[in-house]
């Protein structure tokens, strides 16, 4: 099993098997601190060398035909960080937006955004609100950016919105079902991440898709952030393509 395999999937090898080429795949990019320090550059700089490997990352998605990508760039803990980090980060937000929103839309991108809005500056919700609308009618590669997102924070908000239709009578209780329930998530239209990679040399979730996640292969890959890119990528493939998922049920040919 190759990511040469996985790569030729534009001519129709192994398209749609999961068990090969995930679907959907979750990116946790942590590592962008750490690596400026070790290069003796600020933390901003770590973020914005991130942002290059986040362009290099998706560029390698789509040139394998993946469908669709979410990363985690900002969460609801990371106000916990000094302003002015906070702030750096909205600032690169903003640029990434303004300078590759274009492509992106000429590519056939759709941007998604998942996250709460509460807390935002209105310029980094309208930007994300733009982003969104100009690339709401493509298909070609979804991509989705977890901004101001936590995974308990987009359930609570979900449970939210399934007690208002309670209430108002439009549902009754016997119909709230895992299915009712993520169709109120962010991700909704998203299929759950087959596989979700960590850098950064840290192996945990962080909060991030944690209902989509349940049954996401996970990768944990000593790569700093800045770091990644094609290769790091087709070797998360690999790892992925290596697995067997079981959902729950048993090994093939165990029965
Ligand atoms: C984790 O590194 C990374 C983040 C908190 C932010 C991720 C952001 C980017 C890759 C760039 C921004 C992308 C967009 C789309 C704006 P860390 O700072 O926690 O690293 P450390 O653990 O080494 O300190």
Redesign the pocket.
Known sequence: MTVERASSNSAGFNDGDSRVMPAHVGII???????ASRHGLP?SV??ER??E??RRTVKAAQKLDLRYLT?????TE?WRRPVSEVTA?FS??KT?VNRDLDRLKNEGVRIRVFGTKEGLPDDVSALLDRAVRETADNTKFNLG?A?NYGGREEISRAARAVALELKAGRIGEEEIDEQLLASKLDTSGFPDPDLIIRT?E?RRLSNFLVWQGAYSELVFMDV??PEFGEDSLHSALETFASRERRFGGLKSGAA
């Open positions: 990019m942590d590592g962008n601190g750490r690596w933390r770590g973020h991130g942002v490997a986040l990363v985690y760039s900002f969460s990371n980060l690169l937000l990434f950016i901004f950064g840290e700093l952030w």
